[in-house]
């Protein structure tokens, strides 16, 4: 069964530690993948994504995002978290471009100042 | 940016009674929108694949005869959840998706069924 796994619910960190969320997708087939990011009281937003190519990909905002395709992971990290990272972030995978996305469980982050 | 927009927020409603959910896309033309549901604390669990003009596509477990979807415009969807019960209490959220491209998602609603 297709499905996605985000190991940490909830991260605490203060200002400028790095981050890093675990994301592990079970997929047959070629995957796409992706983060989304909630903002408190905001719609979900795209932060990166990976079709193809550079399994290294950066998204906005500082965020950036590696695909290991023999460990089924795809994990975001950013270097150094301000307070306005405070949000909830969604791993999601797709079998065909956009279509029919599968989420994870999502982890709220806090940054404290 | 591509704005989607979900009418009403949030809504209250009796147990047994219907209640109708719009999902607008404000500043393009979506031929295929998405319904997904999201409990406390999980994630979004997708619903429907919506394509103007045509019947929904639901997911398996989702009764299509209890939320039923119409998008009757390349702008516009909407979702009913007929004789609603309070285990349909949930938070429902749309996207739309622009051409094959990437799907953006409205802010949500809040249904609460007594």
């Known amino acids: 069964a297709q499905s996605v796994s985000q190991h940490n619910h909830h991260v605490i960190l203060s200002e400028a530690a790095s981050l890093e969320l675990g994301c592990n997708y079970s997929?047959?087939?070629?995957?796409?993948l992706f983060w989304y990011v909630q903002y408190p009281g905001q719609h979900l937003q795209l932060l990166l994504k990976?079709?193809?190519?550079?399994?290294l990909v950066k998204g906005i905002k500082g965020f950036e995002a590696e695909f290991i395709k023999s460990k089924f992971s795809f994990n975001l990290r950013k270097p150094s978290v301000q307070w306005s990272d405070t949000a909830e972030y969604f791993c999601a995978v797709s079998g065909g471009g956009y279509n029919k996305l599968i989420f994870g469980a999502g982890t709220r982050l806090a940054v404290h100042p | 940016g591509a704005v989607v927009s979900q009418h009403p927020s949030w809504v209250i409603c009796k147990s047994g009674t219907s209640v109708k959910i719009e999902c607008r896309s404000l500043?393009?033309?979506?031929?295929?929108m998405f319904w997904y549901r999201q409990f406390p604390k999980q994630s979004l669990m997708l619903m429907a694949t919506s394509n103007e003009g045509s019947k929904a596509t639901y997911e398996q477990g989702v009764e299509k005869d209890k939320f039923l979807i119409n998008h009757a415009s390349l702008t516009l969807s909407t979702l009913t959840v007929t004789s609603a019960h309070p285990e349909d209490s949930s938070f429902y959220i749309c996207s739309a998706q622009r051409g094959a491209g990437e799907q953006f998602f409205g802010p949500g609603t809040r249904l609460t069924v007594l």
């Open positions: 997929y047959g087939g070629t995957v796409n």
């Open positions: 500043d393009f033309q979506a031929t295929t």
């Open positions: 990976y079709f193809s190519g550079d399994p």
